[in-house]
């Protein structure tokens, strides 16, 4: 679950003083109806960015972009999101707002997690801690304790859950310093609902507690993506408890909510949830209902995230193929002007230095290259990795063996239904084995019938299926 939940990206109001126009603090203000009603806020927002271009505003244009950038992470639109807060980090460090890179810094931190480039999300996020503690700015506090926990979900996602527990209790001392006494309640009321999301993993009554203790803190519960968080939280808790009616009654909770603030993340962890609540309590009408959303919602995630992937390889690619362009450019000028040079013992030695100052900045564009290269490699790995589990899975006759099997090739089961929405569960299990390529002989060991019986529903499937004569059974399914 805490893989789809999605950060308490916090936001507060302050002025800048006199050169602070109300334009950026409405853009400001637009972050918080972001927050309750996803849609109808970027419609304002992009209402405010013509009227910022308008005006020529370059502040207001970079909370536009600030904005944005948190649209397109919550909609799981990881290239956009990734893009836009690079365009953020530049554009504020050209006119050197500290407050706006430190927030592009923890975008672009935050966004590389999501997308399970680990290493890079830690490098950016130990970068922009070090930057905001090394510069005052306005919301220092804030953003220091989003930072904090950014790297706590980080290390959730890689499980490292002494070190995520660690980063969000350093984010509850960085509210303590706001001096408004509504901004304050406001940040902890986040906190502690991400503290619960930690504990997620390690202690189930203190992850209730401190959802709770979040939802305590509110006279009203209002229509927040961190109330349908802490419902979700909630849900998971007593879902791990087999208090299945429980968890229904927090996952609807969690569901209306999330129906008014739309926002992605969380539908993927709430539609997942209620599958495995109604599964349990043997409610099969709406266990099939929840199954096929959450599948829909998965496979549009991990397409996303894959795409999100793709294009930053590729990017970094381009921009490595620009360099070392102009590397031979500049170094086709070294040579003829070391030729040049020999006239003069000074001059040689200046522009050796310079060729292999270039060689040396060549090889390290290669060694970054190498990197991500890798780093896709991991990426397909671990579909890779997947597969081979399902395969093992398949050989132990394992309960687990179909849905894992979905989780590796989501649309199978569909695609079937769409020819014949007839078939039966144990049938399409079959198909799944037959998807996989195992022979009539080693479906028969998995599954402990004949081979006489393989073959017997190998042929029942092909006319169930419509599959013609001249077509190969496996021929079939794998090109589904």
């Known amino acids: 679950m805490r893989n789809y939940i999605l950060l308490f990206l916090l936001f507060a109001s302050f002025v800048f003083g006199q050169e602070t126009n109300s334009l950026v603090l409405k853009i400001r203000e637009n972050q918080t109806l972001m927050k309750s009603d996803m849609s109808e806020g970027f419609k304002e927002l992009l ?69 399970e480039l680990y290493d890079d999300s830690e490098k950016k996020l130990f970068d922009a801690q070090k930057f905001i503690l090394r510069n005052e ?20 996602h890689t499980e490292n859950y002494k070190k995520a527990i660690y980063y969000i209790k350093k984010a509850i001392p960085e509210y303590d310093k706001i001096k408004d006494p509504v901004q304050k309640r406001k940040q902890k009321i986040k906190g502690y609902g991400n503290i619960g999301l930690q504990y997620l993993s390690i202690d189930l009554d203190s992850a209730a507690y401190y959802f709770n203790k979040s939802l305590s803190l509110q006279d009203t519960i209002l229509i927040k993506n961190y109330n349908v968080s802490n419902f979700v939280g909630l849900g998971e808790v007593y879902n791990k408890k087999g208090e299945y009616k429980k968890s ?27 599958q495995d609540s109604y599964k349990k309590i043997g409610n099969t009408n709406e266990y099939n209902k929840y199954k096929v959303l959450y599948l829909e919602n998965l496979q549009k995630e991990n397409s996303k995230k894959l795409e999100g992937v793709n294009a930053i390889v590729k990017e970094t690619k381009k921009e490595s193929l620009s360099v070392k362009n102009a590397n031979q450019r500049k170094n086709y000028v070294v040579a003829i002007s070391i030729l040049i040079a020999i006239l003069s013992v000074g001059f040689m030695v200046y522009f050796v230095r310079n060729f292999k100052y270039k060689k040396l900045e060549k090889e390290e564009i290669q060694k970054t290259l190498v990197l991500k290269e890798k780093q896709l490699e991991n990426l397909e790995g671990k579909v890779s990795d997947l597969l081979h589990e399902v395969i093992d899975l398949a050989k132990e006759n394992s309960t687990n063996f179909y849905p ?13 239904l769409e020819i014949n929405p007839k078939l039966t569960n144990s ?36 006319n169930k299926l419509k599959i013609p004569n001249e077509t190969d059974t496996y021929v079939f399914f794998n090109n589904m």
């Open 248 to 274: 229904i009654e927090y996952l609807k909770k969690a569901e209306e909510l999330n129906l008014k603030v739309k926002d992605s993340y969380y539908m993927t962890s709430i539609y997942d949830l209620l």
């Open 137 to 156: 700015f306005e919301d220092k506090n804030l953003i220091l304790a989003n930072n904090y926990q950014f790297l706590s979900d980080l290390y959730t």
């Open 404 to 416: 894992r099997f979905l989780d590796l090739y989501p649309d199978f089961e569909n695609k079937l």
């Open 47 to 115: 209402v405010l960015e013509k009227i910022a271009q308008k005006e020529k505003n370059l502040k207001a244009k970079l909370e536009v972009l600030n904005n944005k950038a948190f649209y397109y992470f919550t909609q799981a639109d990881y290239d956009k999101a990734y893009q836009i807060a690079k365009s953020l980090e530049k554009e504020s460090n050209n006119i050197n707002d500290k407050r706006l890179i430190a927030i592009a810094m923890n975008r672009l931190g935050i966004t590389l997690n999501f997308l």
């Open 427 to 462: 049938e399409l299990e079959f198909c799944a084995f037959l998807r996989l390529n195992f022979s009539s002989k080693e479906i028969a060991n998995y599954t402990f019938i004949s081979v006489r019986t393989v073959q017997n529903k190998k042929y029942r499937l092909r």
